[in-house]
C-alpha cells in the first residue's frame, strides 16, 4: 500500500448490498437545524451516560444548532473515533437516544444518531484535517486485525505520535463494518471512507492478507513471538470466529450458510446470486439473526426466523423486531431445527421440532420447505491465536481476559479489546475499550 | 488557528468573552469556575452598598418552542458585603492573573466613588464599568440609568470617575434614552476610553391574569423591570452601530452587550464594532459551558474568512451601515421556491396574500379560483412545475413566486420554516444605481402636479 493513493481498497460493483437503501439518510441542513434546536441542552444528560464512549451529546448538538459544525464533528470524534460509523451503525433506540429525557416524557427522542451522522459526514467530507498527530515518538505498535476495536486504537495511538501496524488476515481490512453490518445502515465502501480517514491521521499501516499464528509457516502469516519481539506493544482485536453450525443431518452442502459468512458475500461478493431462492430459513434469534432474516426479506425472499424460545426471550433488539417485520419478516418460537432435507443435493425443506420452555415436546414438529438456510446461532471464539502470546489467557467462555479497569492482558506487553474480549456487543463498545487499552498503553510507553 | 486574545483599553485578554455583571458573576467561586470554563473576563456584579432582593425578581417570555427568548429582571446590585467582595476578587485575580476582571461599581457621592474606586483597585481590578444602567430600584435612589439617560449628570460621575482611577474606565450606557449619542458624547466628553452596551431595556414581562398583578410578581405587586437576551440583540446592535460610527464616541473601546447567546452572535457585534463581547442571560439559562463553542465557532470563522485575528473581524461591517436615504432605489431581488425542499406547508402562500402584495399563487388552480380566493392579479406565466412538493406529503403544492408582481420584500423567506428552500434571487432592473439622495440632488424626488401627474411619471419610468 502506498502512502497517498486515496482508495487503497474498493469493492467490486455488482454487489447485493449496492441494492439497499439507507434506512436513516444523511439529513439536508434543514432538517438537522430543526432536529437540533429540539434539543434541550440537558446538563449531566442522560444520553451521554448512555454511551459507551461518552460522547457529549448536548454540546454537540447545541454546536449543530449555532452552525458550528465543525465544532460538533470535534466534540463526537475527539470521544469517538468512528463517530461515523457509531452514528450510522449504533442501535441508539437502546443506547443515547432510548435514554433521551423527551422518551420518558412520552415523547420522540431526539434523533441523535442521524445529527451525529449529519455532523461528522459534512464536516469529514469538506474539512477532514480536524486533529494533528503529536510529535513522532518511535515507539511501533502491532495491533492484530483491523476491526473497530483496533482501528479507533491504531488511531488514538498515531494521535499520539506512534506508529502503528495493523495485520489483518482477510484481503479487506475494517473487520465487521466492512463485511457484517447491515447494508441499510452502513456500506462496506463507506467504512472503508471511514478507515481511510483513521489512515489520513498519522503513522498507520494495514498489511492486509497477513495471519497472526502461533508459528508461521510461509508467507502471509506473522508469528506471535515475532510480533512480540519487534513491537513496543500489541493489541489484539481479533473479533469473533467462525459461524457455529447447528449439528443437525443434512446441513453439509450447498444452500446451507453461516449467517456471517453469507452477510460478508452479500456485502463484498458480485458472484453471490439468490436466483431460485424463494424462500429461506433463518435459524436464531439474536442480532445477527434479524440482520440477515431483514437482509434477505429486503432482497424479496420470503424469510422465517426459526427461534427455539419464545419471542419475550430473543437476545434480538425489539426496534430491530419491528423493522424486519415490517419489512416482512416472520417469527417462528419455540421450533428447533431437527434435520435439513434435500433433493439432488439442493436444500427443499427443513424438519422442526416443537419446543416448551425450551424442552422438546416428543412427537411434535412440523417441516418447512425452504430453498436456503442460514444459521445464525453464535460465532466460534477468538481462535487458538491469543494463546500464542504468551501470558495471555482466556475464560471459561473463549473470551480474552483482561483487566476491566485497563484492558491489559496477562502479558504485561499485550492489551485486548471489542468482541474478542466482551464476547461480542457493539461496535461503540469495541471503540470505548480501545479508548481504555490505549490510554493504558499510553502510560506504559512513557514508563509509568 | 486564529488568534482569539484581544486588547481592550491596553488590557489584555485571552478572548473577548466576558460575562456581564449579574448573577453568574456574584461570586468568585462562580467566576473562577467560568474562567476555567474558557471565559476570557468577567464583570462583577455590580458593587455599592449593599441592597436587599425582592423575591421574585426574574421574568421569562417564551416563543414557540423556545424558552427564555427574552429575560427580564427586577435585581439590584450586590446584596452581599463589600468586603467579601473585594476579597474574592483579590483571590480570583491571584489565581488568575491574565484574565480581565472588571468592577462595576454604582454609588452615589463623589466621595463614595473615590473611595470603591480606591478599593476596586485594590482588590485587582483591571478596568472599571460604571454600571449607569440599571432602568429599576436604583433610579428611584438617584442612580442607574437615573444618570445614564441624563447626560450632564453622566459627564459629571465619569469625569470623577477617570480622575480617582489609575486603571481604564468603561460607561455603561442604558438603552432607555431617545438618543444613545447623547450619553456617548458626555461620556466621550468626561474622558473615558471605552463604552459597553446595553443594560437592560424597561419593560413589564406579562401580567399574572388570576391575580391581576404584572409579573415578576412580588406579593401582591409588581414594578417595571430590565429586559435582556436573545429578543433585546437588534436593539444593542442597533445602538452599537451608532457608537460605532460616530466620530468621537467611534474612537473609544466598545464592550457588546445584550442577547449574546453564542460565537455567531459575538462575530455579529464584533463586526459592529465591538472589541470585547459580555452575555448574561444565555448564561442563566445553559451555564458556563456555552463559551466551548463561542471559542471554537470563532476560531473556525476567522480561520474560514482568511483573518488571523479577531481585531480583523472588528467593525468590517460598520461602513456598510448607510442612512435610508443613500440606499440604492435600483436593487432588486425576487422570492424563488424550491420545489426539491418545500414541504408544502403554504406559509408563504397565506404570508404574501394578508401580508404583502398576493403574489405567491398555487398550482393547479383555475383563473375562477384564483380571484375567488383573492387574487387580484394572475400570473401571465404558470410555470411548469410539480403540483406535490418532493419533500412534502403527497397532496400537499409547492406554491410558485409571480415574479413580475414580486416587490422582493423578504417576507415568505422569513416565514418559510425550511432554511434555505426559498431564496432571493437578484434580477436586473436594467437602471443604475440610484439613491433617494441621489434622486433630491438631481430634482427628480418629487414630481409636481399632484398624484396624477406623479403615477404618470411613475408609469413613464417603468
Ligand atoms: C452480522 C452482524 C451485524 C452487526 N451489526 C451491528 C450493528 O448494527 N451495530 C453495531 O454497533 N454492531 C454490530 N455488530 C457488532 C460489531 O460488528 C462488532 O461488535 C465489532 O465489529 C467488533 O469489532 P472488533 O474489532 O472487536 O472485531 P471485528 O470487527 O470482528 O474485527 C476483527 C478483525 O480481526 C481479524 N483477525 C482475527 N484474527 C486475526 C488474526 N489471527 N490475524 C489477522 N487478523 C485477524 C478479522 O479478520 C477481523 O477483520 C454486528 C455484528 C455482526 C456479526
Ligand atoms: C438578573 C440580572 C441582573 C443584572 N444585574 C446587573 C448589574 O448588577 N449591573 C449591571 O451593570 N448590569 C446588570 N444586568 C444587566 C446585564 O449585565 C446585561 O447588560 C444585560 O442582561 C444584557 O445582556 P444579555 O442579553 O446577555 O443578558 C443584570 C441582568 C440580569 C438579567
Ligand atoms: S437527553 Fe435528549 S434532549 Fe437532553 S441533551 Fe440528550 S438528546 Fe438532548
Ligand atoms: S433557580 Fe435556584 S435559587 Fe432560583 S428559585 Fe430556583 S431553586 Fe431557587
Ligand atoms: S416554500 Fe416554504 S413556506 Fe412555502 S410552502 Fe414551501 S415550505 Fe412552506
Known amino acids: ?448 | 488557528m486564529a488568534d482569539l486574545s484581544i486588547e481592550f483599553c491596553g488590557i489584555r485578554s485571552p478572548n473577548p468573552f466576558w460575562l456581564a455583571s449579574a448573577p453568574p458573576t456574584n461570586t468568585g467561586d462562580q467566576v473562577m469556575r467560568a474562567f476555567d470554563a474558557g471565559w476570557g473576563g468577567a464583570v462583577w456584579k455590580t458593587l455599592g452598598n449593599p441592597i436587599v432582593n425582592v423575591t421574585s425578581r426574574f421574568g421569562g417570555i417564551d416563543y414557540g418552542n423556545t424558552r427564555l427568548m427574552g429575560l427580564n429582571n427586577i435585581e439590584l446590585i450586590t446584596d452581599r458585603p463589600l468586603e467579601v467582595n473585594f476579597r474574592e476578587m483579590l483571590e480570583v485575580k491571584k489565581r488568575f492573573p491574565k484574565h480581565t476582571l472588571v468592577a462595576s461599581l454604582m454609588v452615589e457621592t463623589k466621595e463614595e466613588w473615590r473611595e470603591i474606586i480606591q478599593r476596586s483597585e485594590d482588590a485587582g481590578a483591571d478596568l472599571l464599568e460604571l454600571n449607569f444602567g440599571c432602568p429599576h430600584g436604583m433610579c428611584e435612589r438617584g442612580m442607574g440609568s437615573a444618570v445614564g439617560a441624563e447626560p450632564k449628570v453622566l459627564e459629571e460621575i465619569a469625569r470623577w470617575a477617570v480622575e480617582f482611577a489609575r486603571v481604564p474606565v468603561i460607561v455603561k450606557l442604558t438603552p432607555n434614552v431617545g438618543d444613545i449619542l447623547e450619553p456617548g458624547e458626555a461620556a466621550v466628553r468626561a474622558g473615558v476610553p471605552a463604552l459597553s452596551l446595553i443594560n437592560t431595556v424597561k419593560s413589564i414581562m406579562g401580567v399574572d391574569l388570576d391575580r391581576m398583578v404584572p409579573l415578576p410578581r412580588v406579593g401582591d405587586a409588581s414594578t417595571n423591570g430590565g429586559y435582556c437576551g436573545p429578543a433585546v440583540k437588534p436593539i444593542a446592535l442597533h445602538l452599537l452601530s451608532q457608537l460605532a460610527r460616530h466620530p468621537q464616541c467611534g474612537r473609544l473601546a466598545i464592550s457588546g452587550i445584550g442577547g449574546i447567546s453564542n460565537w455567531r452572535d459575538a462575530a455579529e457585534f464584533i463586526a459592529l464594532g465591538a472589541t470585547s463581547v459580555q452575555v448574561c442571560t444565555a448564561v442563566m439559562h445553559h451555564g458556563f459551558r456555552i463559551v466551548e463553542d463561542m471559542l471554537e465557532g470563532l476560531s473556525d470563522f476567522l480561520d474560514e474568512k482568511g483573518m488571523s485575528s479577531v481585531a480583523e473581524l472588528r467593525g468590517r461591517a460598520v461602513p456598510a451601515f448607510r442612512d435610508w436615504g443613500e440606499l440604492d432605489l435600483s436593487y432588486k431581488l425576487v422570492a424563488d421556491i424550491n420545489p426539491d425542499t418545500c414541504i408544502g406547508c403554504q406559509l408563504c402562500y397565506v404570508a404574501c396574500m394578508d401580508g404583502s402584495h398576493q403574489c405567491i399563487h398555487l398550482p393547479g388552480r383555475t383563473e375562477e379560483q384564483s380571484r375567488q380566493a383573492g387574487h387580484t392579479h394572475l400570473p401571465k406565466h404558470v410555470p411548469e412545475r410539480a403540483v406535490t412538493a418532493a419533500a412534502a406529503t403527497p397532496g400537499a403544492r409547492v406554491p410558485f413566486v409571480d415574479e413580475e408582481e414580486c416587490v422582493g420584500c423578504n417576507l415568505c423567506q422569513l416565514v418559510c420554516p425550511v432554511p434555505g428552500c426559498i431564496t432571493m434571487e437578484e434580477v436586473s432592473t436594467g437602471r443604475p444605481r440610484e439613491s433617494w439622495n441621489d434622486r433630491i440632488a438631481h430634482g427628480k424626488a418629487y414630481v409636481p402636479g399632484g398624484l396624477e401627474a406623479t403615477e404618470a411619471t411613475r408609469r413613464r419610468n417603468r
Not at chain 1, 483491523?146 to 481490512?173: D, F, N, Q, V
Not at chain 1, 504485561?412 to 463498545?429: L, Y
Request: proline share 5%; aromatic share 4%.
Open chain 1, 1 to 448: 500500500m502506498r502512502e497517498g493513493d486515496a482508495k487503497r481498497w474498493e469493492l467490486p460493483p455488482g454487489r447485493a448490498e449496492e441494492a439497499f437503501e439507507d434506512k436513516k439518510p444523511l439529513y439536508t441542513p434543514a432538517e438537522a437545524l430543526a432536529e437540533a434546536n429540539r434539543c434541550l441542552y440537558c446538563s449531566g444528560a442522560p444520553c451521554i451516560q448512555a454511551c459507551p464512549t461518552g460522547i457529549d451529546v448536548p454540546t454537540f448538538i447545541r454546536k449543530i444548532g449555532t452552525g458550528n459544525l465543525k465544532g460538533a464533528a470535534r466534540t463526537i470524534l475527539s470521544a469517538n473515533l468512528l463517530g461515523q460509523s457509531c452514528a450510522q451503525v449504533c442501535p441508539v433506540e437502546v443506547l443515547c437516544a432510548g435514554s433521551c429525557v423527551y422518551t420518558g416524557w412520552g415523547r420522540e427522542p431526539i434523533a441523535i444518531g442521524r445529527l451525529q451522522r449529519y455532523a461528522v459526514e459534512t464536516t469529514l467530507s469538506s474539512h477532514p484535517a480536524l486533529f494533528q498527530a503529536k510529535q513522532p515518538t518511535g515507539k511501533r505498535i502491532a495491533l492484530v486485525g483491523s476491526g473497530p476495536a483496533s482501528i479507533a486504537a491504531a488511531g488514538l495511538l498515531a494521535l499520539e505520535g506512534h506508529t502503528c501496524l495493523l495485520y489483518e488476515r482477510k484481503a479487506l481490512p475494517g473487520g465487521l463494518n466492512t463485511l457484517g453490518i447491515a447494508p441499510y445502515k452502513l456500506k462496506g465502501p463507506e467504512a472503508l471512507q471511514e478507515l481511510e480517514w483513521v489512515l489520513s491521521l498519522g503513522r498507520i499501516e494495514v498489511r492486509t492478507g497477513i495471519e497472526v499464528v502461533e508459528t508461521a509457516s510461509g508467507p502471509g502469516q506473522v508469528s506471535a513471538t515475532g510480533l512480540l519481539a519487534t513491537h513496543d506493544a500489541v493489541f489484539l482485536g481479533l473479533g469473533l470466529g467462525a459461524d457455529a453450525r447447528l449439528g443437525i443431518p443434512g446441513e453439509q452442502g450447498e444452500g446451507v450458510h453461516g449467517a456471517t459468512h453469507l452477510i460478508e458475500r452479500l456485502k463484498t461478493d458480485p458472484g453471490l446470486t439468490l436466483e431460485g431462492v424463494r424462500r429461506a430459513l433463518v435459524i436464531g434469534g439474536g442480532n445477527t439473526a434479524l440482520d440477515i432474516a431483514h437482509e434477505l426479506a429486503l432482497l424479496g425472499v420470503e424469510v422465517a426466523m426459526v427461534y427455539r424460545r419464545s419471542e419475550q426471550e430473543m437476545g434480538g433488539y425489539v426496534h430491530e423486531l419491528d423493522a424486519a417485520r415490517l419489512d416482512g419478516v416472520r417469527l417462528l418460537e419455540n421450533r428447533q431445527p431437527v434435520e435439513i432435507l434435500r433433493e439432488d443435493g439442493r436444500v427443499v425443506a427443513m424438519r422442526l421440532a416443537f419446543l416448551a420452555e425450551g424442552k422438546p415436546l416428543p412427537g411434535a414438529g412440523e417441516t418447512l420447505p425452504t430453498d436456503l438456510v442460514a444459521v445464525a446461532i453464535g460465532q466460534d471464539r477468538a481462535t487458538h491465536v491469543a494463546r500464542a502470546f504468551a501470558g495471555v489467557a482466556l475464560d471459561e467462555r473463549g473470551r480474552v481476559k483482561v483487566d476491566p479497569l485497563t484492558h491489559r492482558t496477562g502479558n504485561p506487553k499485550v492489551w485486548s479489546g471489542g468482541d474478542c474480549v466482551n464476547g461480542g456487543k457493539e461496535v461503540v463498545n469495541a471503540v470505548a475499550e480501545a479508548k481504555l487499552a490505549v490510554r493504558d498503553i499510553q502510560r506504559y510507553l512513557a514508563g509509568e
